[in-house]
Structures are given as structure tokens and as C-alpha cells.
């Protein structure tokens, strides 16, 4: 009888999460957590106004970015980095232009000054002598 187990090991052990509490990560717990207390005190002020269905519907759209923030990974990027990334990417302008510095312009301009600041000094000097 051959009693071996194979056991598949992931190339990338980045994307390996040490497990915290019933198989969820600290971070998803910690965002389950921040979602159940975001959307515990809107389920129970709004039951009353709104009725169950509507106020389980009012928890979950309350809840669900919290619980999101957890969940969502997309090639190793969590959602709020994501809305970071099109928030930038919708605000930032979309024709990017690439300017060049020529220094050469700026040596020409120099030794043109040059010229100009030496034919003043020379008139001046006439001038005084005059």
C-alpha cells in the first residue's frame, strides 16, 4: 500500500494569507467587523420606517463596502486601492505631453546676454569718456 499525499504548492507564496479566525484573514475580519457595525444600528433604526425587507436592503448597501474592502482582490490589489487608482486616473488629464529642456537654447541665450551685457558696458564707457 503507497499511503503518500500530494500536497500542491503555489509558486508565488505572496499570495499565501495566514489564517486568523474560521479560515478568514485579519483583514476580512476586521472588515466584517467594520461593516457589522456600520450596518447593525442602520437595520435596527430603520425596521421600524422601512419594514424588514427594507431595512435588511438598507443594512446590506451599508454594510457591503466595508465587507467589500475585504473580499475585493483583483491582481493583488484591494478595492480601495483600486478607487484610488480611478479616481487618479479620472482626475489626471488624458493627453500627457513630453517637454524636452534643449540646453543648448539656454547656452545661446547666455552668450547672447553676453554680448549685449559687453556692447552696453562698452557704450557706457564711451559715453562717460564723451
Not at 80 to 92: D, G, L, R, T
Not at 96 to 107: A, G, K, Q, S, V
Amino acid at each position: 500500500m503507497n499511503n503518500t499525499r500530494v500536497v500542491s504548492i503555489p509558486k508565488d507564496l505572496n499570495d499565501i494569507k495566514e489564517k486568523f479566525i474560521m479560515g478568514f484573514t485579519k483583514r476580512q475580519v476586521i472588515c466584517f467587523g467594520i461593516g457589522l457595525v456600520i450596518g447593525a444600528p442602520v437595520f435596527f433604526l430603520s425596521r421600524a420606517a422601512l419594514g424588514m425587507s427594507g431595512a435588511i436592503f438598507a443594512m446590506g448597501a451599508c454594510a457591503a463596502p466595508a465587507i467589500l474592502c475585504g473580499l475585493y482582490r483583483k491582481n493583488g490589489v484591494y478595492l480601495e486601492k483600486q478607487i484610488k487608482y480611478m479616481f487618479n486616473y479620472f482626475i489626471s488629464p488624458r493627453k500627457r505631453y513630453y517637454h524636452t529642456i534643449n540646453i543648448y537654447e539656454y547656452i545661446d541665450n547666455y552668450i547672447e546676454y553676453t554680448k549685449i551685457q559687453k556692447k552696453l558696458s562698452e557704450t557706457e564707457l564711451n559715453e562717460r569718456r564723451r
